[in-house]
């Protein structure tokens, strides 16, 4: 399957939810640390022996550290950025009209940016400085702050099915839950005894969350009844970086790691470890599952390569 090389780090990617042959992909260089960032915008062949094209890039000051498709325009994404601002840049417009918007209200990075899926006119950024933001297309300021973590908000994701659920992963070892609707959070859930990295909704049951941490292991929870974990999941050797839920299968999910795999799971079944991609040469960082091609994954690492894959294929089979 296609690779494509990106100049600086890869941070993240994201298939389109509207093109089937279309992903996003945010870098950083110097490894995030410090300078520039770039956001690319790639489509893939319909014929797998032909490579990757690029169809749009936009250059930041600073890292990109996630990006997230709207999911009320086609041609419009979203960039959480290392200086603390989330921009949108859109692909029908000229470059020297975007970024269409840029909020500016984190006081440090912005690690990720995740819209609603249901709503579809909302989206939410968690930063370096302990909150989470909710934001509209058309405000000039964010609608509200989340501000309950006592360190890092790595991560925060909309639940598929309600449109007012959010979670939260924190450095601060918690995943909370939220309703925008409450003046704090729901529920809190000290789910591991590290740093917690990321967080995903199962796409077929509400109430199944499942949460990655520097402990290395993976956890899914049913927030019906917290207090132990429905499955964990070991088999990386680092750092857990990012997990996603299938939007096609309910059991199966995929994780990246700083172990530079990319492993498959099924949570339900003992042998939980289904695959394990080892492409990349360096952390392996962004991992994302195709809602509009079944199996279809893409990751991206710190080696400055992008990979699109079928499931329980080779991805380094040209």
């Excluded at 042959?21 to 956001?39: D, P, Y």
Aim: charged share 20%.
């Amino acid at each position: 399957m296609p690779v494509f090389k990106t100049p600086f780090n890869g941070y993240s990617v994201k298939f389109s939810p509207f093109y089937e042959n279309r992903i996003a992909v945010a870098t950083a260089q110097n490894f995030g640390i410090l300078g520039n960032g770039r956001l690319h915008v790639l489509e893939l062949s319909a014929n797998p022996t032909l490579p990757i094209t690029e169809i749009a890039a936009y250059d930041t000051a600073d890292g990109i550290y996630d990006v997230t498709w709207s999911e009320s325009h086609d041609s419009v994404v979203v960039a959480a950025v290392a200086d603390g601002s989330v921009k949108l840049y859109d692909l029908a417009l000229p470059p020297t009209s975007n970024p269409i918007r840029s909020f500016h209200e984190h006081t440090r990075e912005v690690h990720s940016a995740d819209y609603n899926p249901v709503r579809r006119d909302s989206f939410l950024s968690a930063s370096w400085d302990d909150t989470v933001k909710l934001w509209t297309v058309d405000r000039p300021t964010s609608v509200r702050t989340f501000k309950e973590h006592a360190y890092c908000v790595y991560s925060a994701v909309w639940n598929p099915r309600h449109a007012d659920v959010f979670a939260s992963a924190s450095g601060d070892c918690t995943l909370r839950i939220w309703d925008v609707r409450e003046p704090g959070s729901t529920m809190i859930l000290p789910a591991h005894d590290h740093e917690i990295l990321s967080c995903d909704w199962n796409k077929y049951d509400e109430c199944i969350i499942a949460t990655a941490s520097v402990d290395k292991s993976i956890k899914v929870w049913d927030v019906r009844s917290f207090r132990v974990p429905i499955a964990v999941l070991n088999g990386h050797g680092y750092a857990v970086r990012k997990v996603k839920f299938s939007p096609h299968v309910r059991n199966l999910m995929v994780s990246c790691s700083y172990d530079m795999t990319v492993c498959a799971w099924d949570f339900m079944v003992e042998d939980a470890l289904v695959s394990r991609y080892d492409q990349h040469t360096e952390f392996a960082v962004g991992v994302d599952m195709s809602v509009l091609v079944e199996g279809l994954i893409a990751s991206t690492g710190w080696d400055e390569l992008v990979y699109v894959w079928q499931h329980g294929t080779d991805p380094r089979a040209s």
